[in-house]
């Protein structure tokens, strides 16, 4: 099995910064995707940006030039550097792994628990 913890989130004020962190652990054989997604209360889980084992990268529209997703596939980690928060990024941040593993055999889409990011004055 694979374990996904999510770390690094807080409450910050407007125009400020936090960096949140995803570490899986297990019976990796190894990591294809990672992303991370929010979900704010009363709404749907959105993607918010997601990077292949390749380097390749995208985001939703809302956070394009303030959020930088990467990732470090030695430490089968990944990491989503947030600047400029506004209000609205407030929400709870969910990592999402796509991981092969070999006990198990089998490739499928792995969650952590979620970080709570609060943008608030």
């Known amino acids: 099995q694979v374990q996904v913890v999510e770390s690094g989130g807080g409450l910050v004020q407007p125009g400020g910064s936090l960096r949140l962190s995803c570490a899986a652990s297990g019976s990796i054989f190894t990591i294809y995707a990672m992303g991370w997604h929010r979900q704010a209360p009363g709404k749907q889980r959105e993607l918010v940006a997601r990077?292949?084992?390749?380097?390749?990268?995208s985001y939703a529209d809302s956070v394009k030039g303030r959020f930088t997703i990467s990732r470090d596939n030695a430490k089968n980690t990944m990491y989503l550097q947030m600047n400029s928060l506004k209000a609205e990024d407030t929400a709870v941040y969910y990592c999402?792994?796509?991981?092969?593993?070999?006990?198990?055999?089998?490739?499928?889409?792995?969650w952590g628990q979620g970080t709570q990011v609060t943008v608030s004055s």
């Open positions: 990077i292949t084992n390749r380097g390749s990268t």
């Open positions: 999402n792994t796509v991981a092969q593993t070999l006990v198990p055999a089998g490739t499928r889409d792995y």
